[in-house]
């Protein structure tokens, strides 16, 4: 069995689901009558329609690696759970668009959309890639023993300055990308 193999198995088959969180506020909160925005000087606030509004929340996820974009939480000012919501989509248009902003500030996670190229020196990769945060370059040691497999599909590498590198889904990624990964993993 491979790596990504074990490690998808490990995960119950790539059907795992992260514990039930209990909700202290609202037992429960339709997406739909949630609405967030920012108040001066940036302080994030949510209302939630006929209900309360909440200054200061925090936005997390509650299952980073596995599922981004699933069980999104919403936490007050003493990060107790307020709600969660199961998928991201779920949200309206300008809610997502705070959620995506506060996560990304959140977790500072490189995701990978293409590989320009890889040289292998003795152990040590280089990579130039481009992110949805532009072009970077950077430097992996040991990658095919090194890569975290995070789910079917997807993969994180640790550069040696301890950044993250995410591919999200390697299938999606251009023909040349995924040869240069093969050839280093």
């Known amino acids: 069995m491979d790596e990504q193999a074990a490690?998808?198995?490990?995960?119950g088959n790539g059907e795992w689901k992260p514990s039930p969180?209990?909700?202290t506020h609202p037992e429960s909160v339709e997406p739909g009558k949630i609405?967030?925005?920012y108040?001066?000087?940036?302080?994030?606030r949510m209302t939630i329609y006929g209900d309360r509004s909440y200054l200061k929340i925090k936005i997390v996820r509650a299952a980073p690696l596995t599922q981004p974009d699933d069980y999104i939480c919403v936490l007050d000012a003493k990060d107790e759970v307020i709600c969660m919501v199961d998928r991201l989509e779920q949200l309206g248009v300008e809610n997502q668009e705070i959620v995506r902003t506060e996560l990304q500030q959140r977790y500072l996670t490189a995701q990978v959309e293409r590989v320009d190229s890889i040289r292998n020196e003795f152990g040590v990769s280089y990579w130039q890639v481009q992110t949805d945060r532009g072009s970077r370059e950077f430097v992996a040691k040991n990658v095919a023993e090194n890569?975290?497999?995070i789910a079917e599909g997807r993969m994180m590498i640790l550069d040696v300055d301890g950044n993250r590198f995410e591919f999200g889904d390697l299938l999606s990624l251009d023909k040349r990308s995924q040869?240069?990964?093969d050839e280093v993993l």
Request: overall charge neutral; glycine content about 0%.
């Open 7 to 11: 490690h998808i198995a490990a995960l």
């Open 35 to 37: 609405k967030l925005f």
């Open 21 to 23: 969180i209990e909700v």
């Open 147 to 149: 890569a975290q497999w």
């Open 179 to 181: 040869t240069l990964i």
């Open 39 to 44: 108040d001066p000087p940036w302080r994030l």
